[in-house]
């Protein structure tokens, strides 16, 4: 069983304030916390004055995962990632997919978490044969301190770096973290104050708007957009249209952007999951606007999970599960009309 002090570390990027207040930098909910409180993602405490992570290598899953599952589609295909999440977030999504991670505590009489050291971490990934490392599962920032240093260490052993993430990270934070991550798989939830109220209980989502830019231009991360489609919270057209048109205008029309079906969960079990008609009308949308990548998620064996040349059209990768079973492109090109296909890293197919 972990004691309080086998596992705190003292936390970065905050600030003291008057009465034993501390203020935590770390995501952009700048909690400020009272002596003997935990912020608003129970990873951070504060003790006499002084904040602390609980987080810090305590890791709750792990596994050797396929990038496509992240999902990412255009940073190093068919490749593994050594993939890891912690306890804790900073949202607490009524639909949320890990909730039994996400909205749980790191608690000193329950062991749900493992010791797991940076080294450890990399050298596991190493010898399995990933490529790379990804902090997923439940939002990377709570646990920040611990995915800084092994961001480094990983950049050190040649493996890439990925964030699978909510985008609420501070301006402060992302400068920090951003010279040693490679990519960045950003949720954004919907495009309207109310869906964001409702799902993530925020008043304002475009600082996730603007680190997703900065990842992207600031730190040059490739970066890939998820929108998980809500039955009656983020599937109206308008708003799907003017998210896809911030990517265009933002982000570029090589952006993948993944539109993913909701499976109920937790207590937005009530809601039936998402028609596959809105989600094909919603990517629709998508291309009509402008984006080359768009691409339908959760719906095992749709078409449109595979990615086509947006010049001639002929297929160019193809996707079974989580892997690529075929794959036509050489050096990146279209091996059909020869067009420049924006990915990161070689394609590995079964
Ligand atoms: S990381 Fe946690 S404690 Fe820090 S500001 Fe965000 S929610 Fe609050």
Redesign the pocket.
């Known amino acids: 069983m972990m004691t309080t002090e086998s596992y705190i570390k003292e936390a970065i990027l905050c600030q003291s304030l008057t009465e034993g207040k501390v203020q935590?930098?770390?995501?952009q909910?700048?909690?400020k916390?009272p002596p003997g409180k935990r912020?608003?993602?129970w990873?951070?405490l504060n003790l006499d004055g002084k904040l602390y992570t609980l987080a810090y290598g305590q890791v709750a899953t792990s596994w050797i995962a396929p990038i496509e599952i992240k999902p990412m589609f255009h940073f190093f295909p068919g490749s593994r990632a050594f993939s890891l999440g912690t306890l804790g977030c900073?949202f607490r999504c009524p639909g949320c997919q890990n909730w039994d991670i996400a909205h749980r505590q790191i608690q000193e009489d329950t062991p749900l978490t493992e010791y797991v050291a940076p080294e450890v971490a990399v050298e596991a990934a190493k010898s399995s044969g990933c490529q790379g490392i990804s902090w997923t599962y439940n939002e990377p920032?709570?646990w920040?301190e611990y995915t800084l240093d092994s961001a480094k260490l990983a950049k050190k052993n040649h493996l890439y770096t990925n964030y699978v993430t909510n985008g609420f990270i501070s301006q402060e934070a992302m400068d920090l973290i951003g010279p040693y991550l490679d990519s960045y798989r950003v949720d954004i939830k919907g495009f309207s104050r109310r869906s964001y109220g409702k799902i993530a209980h925020i008043s304002d989502f475009t600082p996730i708007l603007e680190n997703t830019v900065r990842a992207k231009e600031k730190w040059h991360m490739h970066v890939e957009v998820v929108t998980n489609v809500i039955p009656g919270y983020s599937d109206d057209e308008s708003q799907m249209n003017n998210l896809a048109t911030w990517i265009v205008d933002h982000l570029g029309v090589e952006t993948p952007w993944h539109v993913t079906r909701f499976i109920p969960h937790l207590r937005l079990s009530h809601l039936p999951a998402t028609p596959v008609a809105t989600l094909e009308r919603i990517i629709e949308i998508g291309k009509s606007c402008g984006l080359q990548y768009v691409y339908i998620g959760n719906v095992p064996g749709h078409p449109l999970e595979n990615t086509y040349c947006p010049s001639c059209g002929k297929l160019l990768i193809h996707r079974m599960g989580y892997s690529v079973s075929e794959c036509n492109l050489e050096e990146n090109r279209c091996i059909f009309c020869g067009k420049p296909i924006p990915i990161v890293g070689e394609v590995v197919s079964i």
């Open positions: 935590c930098n770390i995501c909910r700048r909690c916390i912020g608003y993602c990873d951070r900073n920032t709570v920040f």
